[in-house]
C-alpha cells in the first residue's frame, strides 16, 4: 500500500462551476494505483468542490442559480460584511456544498458514473488561485 | 493493510429513502477487517446518500417534503428542463446532499450511532437500478 | 502503514458551533503520522461537522441565522413532533451539513487553509454530550 500528496492550483475567473476532473485524472494516471482511495480537499472557506452532472451545460446555470437564490447578495441578511457583499453568502454555499470528497479507484481510475463530473465551485465574484489537496492510497 | 471493492445495486421504486446500511453491513462482515474505514460512494446526480434518523418514519416523510420544497419540480425555475420536470430538482438536491461518506470501522462494524441509519436518496419519479461502489481499506 | 481510532466527546451547551478542530490536532500530534488522512465522523442526527472561516464570529452568527431560517421550528410544518419543535429541523441541518469530513495529513498536520477551522454544529436547544469519532491511516 503506497500513499501520494499533490496540491493542484485551480485559476478561477469569477462565480461558477470549473471542471476539475481533467487534471486530477492526469495526476492520478501517473500514480501508477490500480485499487485504492483519492480524496479531494479544498482549502477554502468561500469555494466548494461537486459532483455533478458533465453533459449539459444548462445544468450548471440552473445550479449557480439555484445557489445564488438561495443564498443571494443581501448585505441586510448578515451580519458579517467586512469582506464584501458576495463573502457571506460564499460561507453560506460552502456550508451547503463540499469541502472534500472521497472517490474509489478502480482499475487505475475513478469509480465515478458516466454521467459525473468533478468541479471546483467558486463562491467570490472577483478571479481566485485555489488550491485542492489530492491524497491517494492505494496498491 | 488490505483493500476490498464491491459494487452494490440498489433498486429504487420511485423518491423517497431507501435503507442500505444492512446490505452493506453483510457485506462488511464477510471482509473480515476489524479496524478500517469504509467508503460509500453513489455513482449518480439524481440519487443521493444520507446518515438519518433509524427511528421513526415521520422522519423520512418530512425530509422528502423539505426537500421537494427547497427544489421544487416547476419548469419555469430552471433551463435544463430536456430530462423532465424532476432531473433539474434531482440535481440541485444531489448539490445539498452527498455523493458520497466515509464511515470508520471498529470492531468490524460501521462506528454508526445507535440512531444512524444509511439511506439512499432517489431523486427521481420513476423506478432506477442505482449504483454504490463500497471500498474497504483495513487491518 | 498505520491505523489509529479515537472517541472525542464534546459538550454542548446550545445551538450552535463548537470549534474541535484544537482537541483534534493535539491527538493527530501524539500520532507519529507524517502523511496520512484523517476521517472526522459524527455519531448522531442532530448535529453536524463543518469546516468554516475561523476568523470573523460573524459569520458563526450568520450560519446560525441562516440554518434557524431555512429549517425554522414551526411545528406546523412537520408531521415528526414527538421530540419536542427543535428535532425535525435538527434532522434537516443534519442532511444539508455534513456527518463526517476526510481530511490530509501532510508534514504530521492537517492540511486546512489558513481560514479553515473545524466545528461541531449542535442543533439542538439542550446541552449535548456529542461523540465524535476519529480515524488515522497514514505512515
Known amino acids: 500500500m503506497r500513499q501520494a500528496l499533490h496540491l493542484l492550483h485551480i485559476q478561477t475567473k469569477a462565480k461558477g462551476l470549473v471542471e476539475i476532473g481533467g487534471k486530477i485524472s492526469l495526476w492520478l494516471r501517473e500514480q501508477n494505483i490500480s485499487t485504492g482511495l483519492l480524496t479531494i480537499f479544498c482549502r477554502h472557506t468561500s469555494a466548494s468542490l461537486l459532483i455533478q452532472e458533465n453533459a449539459d451545460p444548462d445544468v450548471r446555470t440552473d445550479l449557480e442559480t439555484f445557489f445564488e437564490t438561495i443564498a443571494p ?21 460552502a456550508a451547503l456544498l463540499q469541502t472534500q470528497l472521497a472517490v474509489p479507484i478502480a482499475l487505475g481510475r475513478m469509480a465515478l458514473g458516466t454521467w459525473q463530473g468533478i468541479y471546483l465551485f467558486e463562491h467570490r465574484r472577483a478571479p481566485h488561485r485555489r488550491e485542492v489537496v489530492l491524497h491517494l492510497l492505494g496498491d
Open 73 to 93: 447578495e443581501d448585505s441586510k441578511r448578515y451580519v458579517h460584511r467586512t469582506e464584501g457583499p458576495d463573502d457571506m453568502p460564499a460561507h453560506i454555499r
